[in-house]
C-alpha cells in the first residue's frame, strides 16, 4: 500500500435517527388532518340527515293538513292537530303520510309520550324534532331543538 492513500468512510446504508424521527412527525401530522376532516364530514353528514328528516316531517304535516282541509274547516283540522297532547302523538296522526320505513325509524328511536321526535342521526347530535302546537293565523312547524 502506498501511504498517500487515504481511507474514505464507507457511504452510510440506513436512515439517522434524525431523519426517522422527521418521517414520523411528518406522518403524524397527516394522519391529524385527515382524522379531523373525516370527523367533519361524518359530522356535516349527520347534519344533513337530520334536516331531510325536519322536512320529511314538516312534508307530512302539509300534506296531512292539505288532505283534511279538503273536507273541513281549517280550524276543525287546528283543533284535532293541537288536541294530539305532543310531538310523538302527532307524529301517529301523521303516519300515513310518512313512507314506512321513515315512520318506523322515528318511531324506534322516539319514546312514548315524548315531546321529542328522535331518529339515529339526531341522537348523534343531540338534537331532536318537535312539532309544535298550532295557533290560530299560523301554521305548525317542525322545530329542531338541542336536547336538554
Not at 474514505?8 to 388532518?33: C, K
Not at 376532516?37 to 312534508?59: E, F, G, I, M
Not at 310531538?87 to 319514546?111: G, M, N, P, V, W
Amino acid at each position: 500500500m502506498c501511504p498517500t492513500t487515504h481511507h474514505l468512510p464507507r457511504p452510510s446504508r440506513g436512515f439517522t435517527l434524525v431523519e426517522v424521527i422527521v418521517v414520523i412527525a411528518i406522518i403524524g401530522i397527516m394522519t391529524s388532518l385527515v382524522v379531523t376532516v373525516y370527523r367533519n364530514v361524518a359530522q356535516d353528514s349527520r347534519d344533513v340527515v337530520a334536516r331531510q328528516q325536519q322536512a320529511a316531517l314538516q312534508n307530512a304535516i302539509n300534506n296531512w293538513i292539505t288532505a283534511e282541509t279538503g273536507s273541513r274547516a281549517i280550524s276543525a283540522v287546528r283543533d284535532e292537530y293541537n288536541g294530539a297532547a305532543n310531538s310523538s302523538a302527532r307524529l301517529i296522526k301523521i303516519q300515513e303520510y310518512l313512507d314506512e320505513r321513515t315512520y318506523t325509524h322515528f318511531d324506534s328511536h322516539t319514546t312514548g309520550g315524548a315531546d321529542q321526535v328522535k331518529s339515529a342521526a339526531l341522537n348523534k347530535l343531540s338534537k331532536h324534532l318537535q312539532l309544535s302546537s298550532w295557533a290560530a293565523g299560523s301554521y305548525p312547524q317542525v322545530q329542531m331543538k338541542d336536547n336538554s
